[in-house]
């Protein structure tokens, strides 16, 4: 067994949801923040057995889309701030972040 942990923008997320139902996969949602944008973002727990991993992956790469996000880095700590020009950058998120790892044991009671 594996647990597939993909962490997703928040517009992709009921789709997903939606997209693991149909297909018959159970999933966990977890609301969670990205450590760079400070932004809210949803993370998938999904646990499924090995040979289901691949379909898992196809079915969040389908539903979670590539978007471009302006980011205007914070003023940098401790120096001084009179020469310090806020200059917005563009960051490619997602599709999705996914993690795969071995489950040693699973009980469901
Ligand atoms: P955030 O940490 O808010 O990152 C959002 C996007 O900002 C990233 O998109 C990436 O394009 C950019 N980014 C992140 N850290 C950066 C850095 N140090 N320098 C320059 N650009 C940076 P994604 O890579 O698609 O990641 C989307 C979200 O997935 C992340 O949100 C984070 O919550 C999660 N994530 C991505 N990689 C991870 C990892 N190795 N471990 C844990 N969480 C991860």
């Known amino acids: 067994m594996k647990l597939v942990v993909a962490v997703v923008q928040d517009k992709d997320s009921n789709r997903l949801s939606n997209a693991l139902i149909k297909t018959g996969f159970r999933a966990t949602k977890l609301a969670s923040t990205g450590g760079f944008l400070r932004a809210g973002n949803t993370t998938f727990m999904i646990g499924t057995e090995d040979e289901r991993v691949t379909e898992v992956l196809q079915v969040i790469k389908a539903n979670c889309k590539i978007r471009e996000q302006?980011?205007?880095?914070?003023?940098?700590m401790g120096g001084t701030?009179?020469?310090?020009i806020p200059f917005p950058v563009e960051v490619q998120v997602?599709?999705?972040?996914?993690f795969v790892m071995p489950?040693?044991?699973f009980e469901h009671f």
């Open 103 to 105: 489950v040693e044991r």
């Open 70 to 76: 302006v980011v205007t880095p914070v003023s940098p």
């Open 81 to 84: 701030t009179d020469s310090y």
């Open 94 to 98: 997602g599709g999705a972040a996914v």
